[in-house]
């Protein structure tokens, strides 16, 4: 399915019936029909344009790390925006393409003396995945770094969106609720000094390694944290830490993550997120939201 293609791009840019597990950080997820990971904007718009002509189901992605897709996989076509990454670095501005890595621009901007970006170095995300999530950590996140996004819609046409049209608030932004495609961003840091920029970086990721099963494939938090509560020691409270539903387990190290401990399935890992759920509305009287991204064929 979706042969033709083929037609209008290159062979290296189209794999198809691809396991989503290969592309996300899970390591979870079923095939795609096809996936298309553009080098090029031209390419990008040719897909949509594909899409829209023959009424084809799309979804885009980053990096696949806050992502669980499900064992059917997608039906459709998914487009991985990773080989646009381009940075471009002048006084205290940054522009950059969506499918740049986020640790890589942290590091580029650390090496022009800017900073701003440390507490993105260890967030395993693409550029646009974190601007659509409002990615943050240690009280930096995204939207205080970003004045500008760069977005493409569904028909292809070119938008600039500023800071406040992106509406960035708790892991949240406007592209959670369009179709756009995040294709770039421009962004403004502050001038300091590599060793230093470079040192909080390394702190920053030692704290990680220190509390986060980064050993183990994840999606990081599973759960959005809800106002006044922190979520992983409610779920060790319950005493779960360590839980097991078939290979998907409450972390040992931080109950607010869900790691694939082999052999994992979507199925696996939604029912332990539902039975979290149930436990902590039984318990806390809250509803606790996924903050994980759920794709595929149900
Ligand atoms: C070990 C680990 C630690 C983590 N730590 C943190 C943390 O400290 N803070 C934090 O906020 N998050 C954290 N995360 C979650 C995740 O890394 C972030 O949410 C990240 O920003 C997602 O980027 P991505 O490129 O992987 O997006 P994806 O997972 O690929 O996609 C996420 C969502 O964005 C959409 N999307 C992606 N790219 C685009 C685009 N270009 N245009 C339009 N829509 C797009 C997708 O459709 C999907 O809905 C962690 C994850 C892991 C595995």
Redesign the pocket.
């Known amino acids: 399915m979706y042969q033709d293609l083929l037609m209008l791009l290159p062979p290296r840019s189209v794999v198809f019936d691809e396991p989503m597990a290969n592309h996300t950080?899970f390591k979870i997820g079923g095939p795609v029909d096809a996936l298309v990971i553009p080098q090029s904007i031209y390419e990008l718009k040719t897909t949509l344009e594909y899409c829209a002509a023959k009424q084809v189901p799309w979804?885009?992605?980053?990096?696949?790390?806050?992502?669980l897709v499900r064992d059917k996989g997608i039906r459709g076509v998914a487009i991985q925006?990773t080989q646009l990454n381009s940075i471009q670095i002048c006084g205290q501005k940054v522009y950059a393409e969506?499918g740049v890595m986020l640790s890589e621009l942290a590091y580029a901007a650390a090496s022009f003396n800017l900073s701003g970006l440390e507490f993105a170095e260890?967030?395993?995300?693409?550029l646009?995945?974190?601007i659509?999530?409002n990615?943050?950590?240690f009280d930096g996140e995204m939207g205080k770094v970003v004045s500008e996004v760069e977005a493409i819609t569904p028909t292809g046409e070119h938008k600039v969106l500023s800071r406040s049209q992106v509406g960035f608030g708790y892991?949240q932004s406007v592209?959670?609720h369009n179709d756009?495609?995040?294709?770039a961003a421009r962004l403004v840091l502050k001038d300091d000094e590599e060793p230093a920029i470079v040192a909080r970086m390394k702190a920053y990721a030692a704290r990680r390694w220190e509390k986060?099963p980064?050993e183990y494939p994840?999606?990081?938090?599973v759960f959005r944290r809800p106002p006044g509560h922190f979520v992983g020691p409610m779920i060790e409270a319950l005493g779960m830490k360590g839980y097991s539903i078939g290979g998907a387990q409450v972390s040992t190290k931080h109950a607010g993550f869900i790691i694939n401990n082999g052999g994992a399935t979507a199925e696996d890992v939604l029912q332990l997120i539902a039975l979290i759920q149930e436990k902590v509305a039984d318990q806390y009287g809250i509803n606790l939201q996924s903050e994980i991204?759920v794709l595929g064929e149900p």
């Open positions: 950080t979804l885009v992605f980053g990096a696949g790390s806050n992502l925006i969506a260890g967030i395993p995300g693409s646009g995945g974190a659509v999530m990615a943050g950590a892991r592209f959670q756009y495609v995040v294709v986060q980064l994840s999606a990081g938090s991204r």
